[in-house]
């Protein structure tokens, strides 16, 4: 079965400091990883995604993910982050086998401090 | 073009109640999901339709929950008989085929049973 952890509950950093979330999934053969994120009593808004080729994804706003294949990782990453990244970011994993259903980790709730 | 809709945004019900929740995926997408989000825990996932098929239903936590497509476009979940656990933020989600494509969120239903 697949499956996604994200280690982090919580993480604060500063403004303007770099930012690295850490996502770990478990699948049986070649993933689909995704990040999604969600402000307050939003919907989840897609950051970016891996399906195949260069293994550092870029994404929306400034961010950008390395797929690492022999650690089972796929971490999100911001070299400096703005107070509107305040949110909470959801990793996920998929399957190309046609099997569309994304199973989610439970969430990083990111805080900015000024 | 418009995004995925949901009604309602809110609702509050009693226990015993039933509630239907719509969803409107983006129009041409053929594929469509329900998630739940439960406080402090990340997106299960409920149903998924994909076109004429039948549905993949392995996600519903009990029989009080079902969900249908109609024209294969709007999707109505019904929880019937609410329970105070049923309490949860119920997410739809759609994207163009059963291909493991990029899933497009709503914002959400958030359901209260008292």
């Known amino acids: 079965a697949q499956s996604v952890t994200q280690p982090d509950i919580h993480i604060t950093v500063s403004e303007g400091a770099s930012l690295e979330l850490r996502c770990n999934y478990s699948?049986?053969?070649?993933?689909?990883l995704f990040w999604y994120v969600q402000s307050p009593g939003q919907g989840l808004q897609l950051l970016l995604k891996?399906?195949?080729?260069?293994?550092l994804v870029q994404g929306i706003k400034g961010f950008e993910a390395e797929f690492k294949r022999s650690q089972s990782s796929f971490n999100l990453r911001k070299p400096s982050v703005h107070w509107s990244d305040a949110a909470e970011y959801f990793c996920?994993?998929?399957?190309?086998?046609?099997?569309?259903?994304?199973?989610f980790g439970k969430g990083t709730m990111l805080l900015v401090s000024p | 073009g418009a995004g995925v809709s949901q009604s309602p945004s809110n609702k509050v019900t009693e226990k015993g109640k039933d509630v239907e929740l719509r969803c409107d995926p983006i129009s041409g997408h053929t594929a469509l999901y329900w998630y739940r989000q439960s406080l402090g825990q990340g997106l299960e996932f409920l149903i998924y339709?994909?076109?004429?098929?039948?549905?993949?239903k392995s996600g519903l936590p009990s029989d009080r929950f079902s969900a249908e497509r109609t024209g294969g476009s709007v999707s109505t979940l019904t929880i019937q008989r609410t329970q105070q656990e049923d309490s949860a933020v119920y997410l739809c989600a759609s994207s163009l085929s059963r291909q493991q494509e990029t899933q497009y969120f709503g914002p959400g239903t958030r359901l209260l049973v008292l």
């Open positions: 891996y399906f195949s080729g260069d293994t």
């Open positions: 699948y049986g053969a070649t993933p689909y």
């Open positions: 996920a994993v998929g399957g190309n086998s046609g099997y569309s259903t994304l199973t």
């Open positions: 339709f994909q076109g004429n098929s039948a549905p993949d």
